[in-house]
């Protein structure tokens, strides 16, 4: 009996050990909100511009342009005017600022009965943001959005979590920034795919809304897919978001490429491939948010994985200018000669040497010979643009193949408008293509080292290589460590 009763209670010890190392989480009182929320109802508004005080109005979200309508009937407004309207939604009050109404075509009747024509005049406005709430406060921050289906857990390195009882196995994404905690979470609520971004810490919103936005290029850099199209943010003083402040926001259009260009995936069959861990989404996060070049230049990456082949390695040139330049200025812009001091004696040498055959140059040169070699010696302690481009692979330790730098160096062509063609004067599609490709693999290969990333990288080249009808001899991951 007493080892009946050993081996309960060792049970109930190990069921206590495996309740605490997962994370519980309630979305309940967010999600509940938004599903109210985007429902079809009456409301009160008020426009003190024109001495109306809660009258009806109908609100009601519209699923194909991510935002809301506000109907109002029979209240004329001025439709070369912008307006200020109070609304009232479920007892919390909204202040929307430069609303400017259309009318929706009217159907008037004749009444035979009178003679009367009767109908409604109905002017509507689209709604990109609702706010309700002091949102300049510290309070515990959530952000919202909905998504296609995808798996965090292919991208980051994310634990399991707990929901109204049920677990969840992977979806659960936990780091540090600025000094405080913050979780990704990959969450479906049984109609949707979302991503739930919360800041564990009490932050201010601006803040939060920063972050954010560098979260989501991040995970747009990992997966490909910028989310974007709409949010609804959520700020509370208490951990779980009872009653909690909300500001629902447009955002720009998703950007969801068809094609895979993700550099990493964790893949159920094969070792090869790691995922992002924490070290790695901080350093890249850090980056992203305290540097607006490097922000800029993924941002440009992900619309070009999203672009067409004729734009397409035109986006990834211009990203890969960026990224060099960025690495340049923190390497001494790459001078042959790093000491200035020594440099400047050079440079103060030659021009010594150039005075000297000043005459020389005037009888044989060009009219403006000589100020043409002034200024090439002033500039001649910087690399070419050709060595501006490569030393950062050097730099980083990328083994860069000899495609690769033929693509390198076909970006000027892309640059300037040019298009490569064929030995026929067609263009070379397929060549378009591969060099596409490996403008992809380098900015990869170049982002992930610079970040401190170790690990395997798809090699998109060999994954196309049916597509590129030719044999590729090249390994399908590319080793970064």
């Known amino acids: 009996m007493d080892s009946l009763d050993n081996l309960f209670e060792y049970i109930q010890k190990l069921q206590k050990d495996v309740d605490e190392s997962f994370e519980d989480v309630d979305f ?210 208490q951990e779980n978001f009872l009653n909690p402040d909300v500001y629902y926001k447009t955002l720009s259009k998703s950007i969801l490429p068809e094609a895979n260009y993700n550099p990493i995936y964790r893949n159920p069959y094969e070792d090869e491939l790691i995922v992002f861990n924490r070290e790695n989404f901080e350093s890249l996060i850090g980056h992203v948010y305290r540097n607006d070049e490097f922000n800029y230049l993924i941002l440009l990456f992900i619309e070009a994985n999203n672009a067409t082949l004729t734009l397409q390695p035109a986006g990834y040139s211009v990203a890969l200018e960026k990224l060099t330049n960025i690495i340049a200025l923190e390497n001494n812009n790459l001078q042959p000669i790093e000491d200035k001091k020594k440099a400047r004696i050079f440079i103060k040498k030659l021009n010594a040497v150039l005075e000297d055959c000043k005459n020389f140059i005037d009888e044989n040169g060009s009219q403006d010979a000589f100020q043409i070699l002034q200024k090439n010696i002033q500039n001649i302690n910087k690399p070419t643009n050709k060595e501006k481009l490569l030393k950062p692979f050097e730099i980083y330790n990328v083994c860069l193949t000899k495609e690769d730098k033929k693509a390198i160096g076909a970006r000027n062509d892309f640059l300037h408008g040019r298009t490569l063609r064929g030995e026929d004067n067609k263009i070379a599609q397929l060549e378009i293509f591969e060099t596409s490709l490996r403008l992809n693999k380098v900015l990869n290969m170049l982002i992930l080292k610079y970040i401190g990333y170790k690990g395997n990288m798809i090699n998109y080249v060999k994954y196309y290589e049916k597509i590129l009808r030719k044999n590729i001899e090249e390994d399908l991951f590319v080793n970064l460590n």
Do not use: W
Request: hydrophobic share 35%; charged share 25%; net charge negative.
């Open 28 to 237: 309940y009182n967010s999600f509940s909100f938004i599903e109210m929320f985007e429902k079809e109802r009456e409301i009160n508004f008020s426009c003190y511009e024109l001495d109306i005080f809660e009258q009806v109005a109908i609100i009601k979200k519209n699923p194909d342009k991510n935002r809301f309508e506000i109907e109002i009937k029979n209240i004329f407004f001025d439709v070369k005017k912008l307006y200020s309207l109070d609304l009232i939604i479920d007892k919390k009050n909204y202040h929307i600022e430069g609303v400017q109404f259309c009318t929706r075509p009217a159907k008037f009747i004749k009444n035979e009965e009178n003679n009367v024509f009767e109908g409604q005049i109905i002017f509507y406005s689209y709604i990109t943001s609702l706010c309700s709430g002091d949102f300049s406060l510290n309070c515990f921050n959530r952000c919202v959005i909905e998504t296609p289906k995808f798996i965090l857990s292919d991208y980051l390195q994310s634990n399991s979590f707990r929901f109204e009882g049920s677990l969840r196995a992977t979806g659960n994404f936990r780091f540090t920034f600025n000094k405080q905690e913050f979780r990704i979470i990959n969450f479906n609520n049984g109609k949707s795919d979302y991503i739930i971004i919360d800041s564990l810490d009490m932050i201010n919103h601006n803040e939060f809304q920063l972050i954010v936005n560098s979260i989501l290029i991040c995970v747009g850099f990992i997966t490909t897919n910028y989310y974007q199209n709409e949010c609804y943010y959520f700020q509370s003083a």
